[in-house]
């Protein structure tokens, strides 16, 4: 029997508050994925979101299969006890690791680019991608995308939007399936987000993306260790456009006040750019100013293109990054770690030929206990006979589509590398807060 999010015990629990109607995903394969009123509040994010996915215990189990069980305690790999402790707030440990904020951590997230180059990214999409995609044309400059698999699958639009960023020679990474707080998730629920937002782009594309951003930034060393198993990267950012905060009141300690508009959002990034430092995302590894403040040569930036304000804003920091002097270039260019890694995982990787055996829509039977097991491969998800394919050092990964090339503004890479929006519109004044 097939089952979906929209039978059982999720449409029992989630039906006496919704706002909007549970219905299926346009595309019937995956899980519902229309946005609806929580029953309760989960964090202090959100009260309006895609029904959380199911859990399938045998993607745990493949998972750890890649990984050193020993080097990690899965047995201990719980959820957050609560919102503060999820790794989302700037310089605090928490209970499983110290959070990315720490100024004493050698940051295992790419978070700035090198000196001189500058990384636009758009998260929470696919939704106005058409339109970001074309300020992106104008200003021949490239971007990366952190795309939402719920957003993906709730119609063919978006799903159309994720072929032409792959087409035009962007890169895609992932975003989660639901947009949740990876850290307060429980480890089967992790996985489930991943691979569900995979599975979407997979769909599409036929590829798996390395690069992974969290929402709310919230990641911590489990959900670090659970993408190290996988052979993803996280990927946070060092600056802050402030367009999903457009018509709210302005963080304390920047340099604007009062209620953001476009205008004030602009100026910010502006601010940010001549200082070398965003006040809110300065915590990571970088250049101490006079003050004590970690500044960088290189901007690796959070955009978003789900709203007229947030297009709005990016019309004009686009076109300030491409006259900025600064090189534009995709997120695996800024990899400190894995310097040169293509957008995708290889296609004979561990991770990517699991991904190619799992048929959609789940079944009751995908939901019971595993009771498998899996040949050990400590090497990981990116592991291709053993050893960990990054692409051979590329700065971007070829995408089968024409090179991205400068005819002028920015100087540019050369390597070739709206569903949820009228759901959202149906409850849009109660969750313009809803991403970050």
Same mark, same amino acid.
């Given at each position: ?17 919704? *706002? ?39 993607? *745990? ?14 047995? @201990? ?16 440990? @928490? ?198 403040? @970690? ?11 789900? @709203? ?129």
């Amino acid at each position: 029997m097939q089952l979906t999010l929209i039978g059982l015990a999720v449409a029992a629990a989630v039906a006496s508050a919704q *706002t909007v109607p549970l219905q299926p995903c346009q595309d019937p394969n995956f899980p519902a994925c229309n946005v609806i009123q929580l029953p309760a509040p989960e964090d202090p994010y959100a009260s309006y979101r895609v029904p959380k996915p199911p859990t399938v215990p045998k993607w *745990t189990a493949f998972v750890k299969s890649l990984s050193d069980e020993a080097a990690y305690p899965w047995a @201990n790999l719980a959820a957050m006890p609560g919102p503060a402790d999820g790794g989302a707030t700037p310089g605090l440990a @928490n209970a499983k690791g110290a959070a990315w904020g720490t100024k004493e951590n050698a940051a295992t997230e790419v978070y700035t680019c090198p000196a001189g180059k500058w990384a636009l990214t758009f998260d929470d999409g696919p939704v106005l991608t058409d339109r970001s995609l074309a300020i992106l044309k104008a200003n021949k400059v490239v971007g990366t995308y952190f795309l939402v698999g719920s957003a993906i699958v709730n119609n063919a639009t978006h799903a159309q939007y994720v072929k032409d960023i792959y087409d035009n020679g962007h890169q895609i990474a992932l975003h989660s399936w639901s947009h949740r707080p990876i850290s307060l998730q429980s480890t089967d629920a992790v996985i489930s987000e991943l691979f569900l937002n995979i599975l979407a782009i997979y769909k599409v594309i036929g590829k798996v993306p390395r690069y992974y951003r969290p929402a709310y930034s919230a990641i911590d060393d489990r959900v670090r260790y659970i993408l190290k198993s996988m052979g993803l990267r996280p990927v946070i950012w060092n600056m802050e456009s402030l367009d999903a905060a457009v018509g709210t009141t302005a963080p304390a300690g920047i340099d604007i006040t009062g209620i953001v508009t476009v205008e004030k959002a602009v100026a910010h990034v502006k601010t940010i750019f001549k200082e070398k430092t965003d006040p809110r995302w300065n915590y990571f590894p970088g250049t101490p100013d006079a003050t004590g403040r @970690n500044t960088y040569e290189g901007f690796l930036s959070l955009e978003h293109d789900i @709203n007229d304000d947030e297009i709005k804003v990016a019309e004009q920091v686009v076109a300030f990054a491409a006259q900025s002097g600064y090189e534009s270039v995709y997120v695996n260019a800024c990899d400190q770690i894995m310097p040169g890694a293509d957008f995708y995982l290889d296609d004979n990787s561990a991770l990517v030929q699991f991904i190619k055996t799992i048929n959609l829509p789940l079944t009751a039977a995908d939901l019971e206990p595993f009771t498998g097991s899996f040949t050990a491969n400590p090497a990981g998800g990116a592991a291709v006979g053993g050893v960990v394919a990054t692409g051979g050092g590329a700065v971007a990964s070829k995408t089968g589509s024409a090179a991205v090339t400068a005819t002028g503004g920015a100087a540019v890479s050369t390597t070739k590398s709206s569903g949820l929006r009228s759901a959202v519109a149906l409850v849009a004044s109660a969750i313009s807060f809803l991403f970050i």
